[in-house]
């Protein structure tokens, strides 16, 4: 068995030498979401690499299908035409199977394609011979789909990105009203909205959310030193000593580099290194703020809440950084 993939999270499989079964990888399949119609290619139809041979629509967006070699399509899922959920289930959701000259693996397939064929209809091709195998053929232009919540809904793990809704498991990442979530506290829900509106506006490739953060602090005006979150605990309580309200301020500070660390995960999928860096300062610092709180108010009873959360919030931006 020889599976290769395409920078378009395509595979195909040269199962045998008679022909090869084309599909998608799972990452690329969670990332379009449920699908719900699938334009399949005609059997007998031949593509050259880089083709389009189909479309397929989820609740999310609509992606071109493109043949990642050149062949000519001698069977397709048939079920998929009548039921396109079944390209979100497992095992196994096999698209197609094309003969050919398989220009990308490199060797020619023989006329009939009898045995892959076979195997095709009688299931043998299932999870166990590879991952990948687990899901239908279709092309989801990866670096395009970004995840925004419905405004009439709010926040919602159907309208998250899959890795942040793996990551962000419990249900206070998704409450509105809680004030110990990245996106509960006025500043945390603010930051979010604004990410949301800044990642449509952008037209470029290369768009930095840290940048967004530094505009979003910079329209805040907020009287906070630049660098505070990396500075010592002595430096920090001095700082606050200065005037009443620097707790106040540096905690909005800290709220908004959580917030905007998690808006990038749940809108994309990953966090930028720069502004994960940032974060854990401001999940750290939100703990000293928290100690800081203890002392001066012995009897605040959602000092606890408040430090697990920070800790749950820590540990997901770990496993972020480690997706």
Not at 114 to 130: I, N, P, W
Request: aromatic share 8%; charged share 20%.
């Amino acid at each position: 068995m020889s599976i290769k993939y395409s920078k378009e999270h395509e595979w195909i499989n040269a199962a045998d030498s008679n022909a090869a079964i084309v599909g998608i990888t799972v990452h690329a399949q969670d990332a379009l979401g449920d699908v719900v119609f699938v334009d399949l290619p005609a059997v007998g139809s031949t593509f050259k690499a880089g083709d389009v041979a189909g479309v397929v629509e989820s609740v999310k967006a609509a992606a071109d299908v493109y043949m990642p070699v050149t062949g000519e399509i001698v069977e397709v899922n048939e079920a998929l035409r009548d039921d396109p959920s079944l390209a979100n289930s497992a095992p196994p959701g096999r698209w197609l199977v094309l003969q050919g000259q398989d220009e990308q693996c490199g060797r020619a397939r023989r006329p009939d394609g009898r045995d892959c064929l076979q195997r095709l209809r009688q299931g043998q091709l299932s999870v166990s011979t590879a991952l990948a195998l687990r899901r239908p053929f279709l092309h989801a232009a990866m670096s395009t789909i970004l995840y925004f919540d419905d405004p009439d809904v709010g926040l919602a793990r159907e309208t998250s990105h899959p890795t942040f809704a793996r990551i962000a498991a419990q249900d206070f990442y998704y409450d509105g009203g809680d004030d110990f979530s990245p996106f509960g506290s006025d500043d945390g829900s603010d930051t979010l909205a604004a990410l949301q509106e800044w990642y449509q506006e952008q037209t470029g490739g290369n768009a930095k959310a840290l940048r967004f953060l530094q505009q979003q602090l910079s329209d805040w005006d907020l009287p906070v030193p630049q660098g505070m979150l990396a500075h010592d605990d002595a430096a920090k309580a001095q700082w606050l000593a200065s005037d009443d309200m620097n707790q106040i301020y540096l905690r909005s500070v800290c709220r908004a580099h959580v917030a905007t660390a998690f808006g990038q995960l749940k809108i994309t999928g990953s966090i930028d290194a720069d502004l994960h860096k940032q974060a854990l300062l401001a999940l750290a610092c939100q703990q000293w703020l928290n100690t800081v709180a203890r002392s001066k108010y012995p009897d605040w009873e959602y000092a606890d809440q408040e430090s697990e959360r920070l800790a749950l919030m820590n540990t997901a931006l770990e496993q972020a950084s480690a997706a």
